[in-house]
């Protein structure tokens, strides 16, 4: 026999006590939960029940409209049988970073899941600054197809969306790893080494073909480093001091670990900086190239095998066994054309702030200059982050003014 039940939805201003009073009050009844929820936006309440009650439905409904009343809240009430609806398979978590994010762009998003045959079983927002980024529970999806699909809506609405696996598939620890040079740090480390050289605009001009893959990446980084002959070995120091981490860069590593993830950094640029900076940051893995040095001068060569694509894509791969990790718990974060292997191998690949080849191939894209919202990519909050920061006394960075 199917069991009867009252879909109890409750609107209204929200107050500390509003959620006991009605249990308070229907608990004499003996109802059964069977499903709860309850959401508050801007101090707006809207909670919804789904309680059986037998032969006292009636007595439920009249206590339930009683507390409305006294609260000042609409209460609502569907009579119907049996408990909710078992979600689909196929779950995704669908995020969407918007700066600003206009209801234009999350009416075509959510046209587009429709389209799918997919359904949206909840939404929440992650993030108000310095993007503003919302998540949906999706069932009944193909993650691949609707990423493809989604990714139509993201250059035509200027939003980052990302697509990934949801369930049990979105929790546990996981490899986070970084490309450095304009993802971790703001600078191209050769270009302000080759400043010491007075071949800075060379240099430049260079690196910028090669991370949009016009050149090959090997072949230019030993031309560019080949500008580097003669410089003493102290302006390694130097350079290091000038070098500026990303806007969010600490709040993302602080925050991965926190979590327990393991974190990588792989560079196409030289150990003796990346090390430094792995250091600094409590990174568990540096890789990078050498630069050959004698008699405290910099030879303009390198020292061992070239860290390229394949070699950024190898040592994802070693950091993942290393950590005992299957490659789908692994996230690959980079900027250029020599990110791309890292970036395919990854179980999620993201383009950061990324040449036009890079976002293209990438998973998703993060097109906002704050490294830490690659947390929301992962379900992390900007409360949870804030909240860990007060907790262990961290100074948590005064938030740039939301874009109107």
């Not at 303009?300 to 066994?321: N, S």
Request: aromatic content about 2%; hydrophobic content about 45%.
């Amino acid at each position: 026999m199917t069991t009867q039940t009252l879909l109890v939805t409750i609107s209204g201003e929200d107050r500390p006590g509003v959620t006991s009073t009605f249990f308070d009050a229907i608990a004499d009844v003996g109802a059964e939960v069977m499903d709860l929820e309850q959401v508050v936006v801007r101090g707006h309440l809207t909670l919804a029940m789904l309680l059986s009650a037998g032969d006292a439905e009636d007595r439920l409904g009249s206590v339930l409209n009683s507390v409305g009343r006294d609260l000042d809240l609409t209460v609502k009430i569907n009579v119907g049988t049996g408990d909710s609806i078992r979600r689909r398979t196929g779950r995704a978590a669908v995020v969407v970073l918007g700066s600003p994010l206009r209801a234009s762009g999350v009416a075509a998003i959510t046209a587009r899941i429709a389209s799918h045959g997919a359904n949206i079983d909840r939404i929440r927002r992650l993030s108000r600054y310095p993007v503003t980024t919302v998540e949906f529970e999706v069932s009944g999806a193909d993650v691949d197809r609707l990423r493809r699909e989604l990714a139509l809506e993201s250059s035509v609405h200027s939003l980052d969306i990302a697509v990934a696996a949801g369930g049990l598939a979105r929790r546990g620890r996981r490899l986070v790893v970084m490309d450095v040079d304009s993802t971790l740090i703001q600078d191209e480390v050769i270009e302000l080494l080759a400043s010491h050289a007075g071949r800075e605009a060379e240099v430049a001009a260079v690196t910028a073909a090669a991370m949009r893959g016009e050149l090959d990446f090997a072949e230019s980084l030993r031309e560019r480093v080949a500008a580097l002959e003669g410089l003493p070995v102290t302006v390694l120091e130097e350079v290091r001091a000038a070098i500026q981490f990303t806007p969010g860069a600490r709040t993302l590593v602080r925050t991965l670990k926190r979590l327990g993830f393991t974190v990588a950094i792989v560079s196409g640029g030289f150990i003796e900086i990346v090390e430094d900076l792995a250091r600094e940051l409590d990174i568990d893995h540096a890789h990078a190239n050498r630069l050959e040095v004698r008699d405290g001068i910099l030879t303009g060569r390198l020292v061992g095998d070239i860290v390229d694509r394949a070699g950024k894509a190898a040592a994802l791969r070693r950091f993942a066994a290393e950590a005992g990790l299957p490659l789908s718990r692994t996230v690959a974060i980079g900027d250029g054309a020599n990110d791309l292997d890292m970036l395919e191998a990854a179980g999620l690949g993201v383009a950061f702030n990324a040449k036009p080849v890079v976002r293209e191939h990438a998973d998703t894209a993060v097109n906002v200059p704050y490294l830490d919202a690659v947390l929301y990519l992962l379900g992390i909050t900007r409360e949870e982050i804030e909240e860990a920061d007060e907790a262990d006394g961290t100074p948590t960075p005064a938030p740039p003014i939301p874009t109107p």
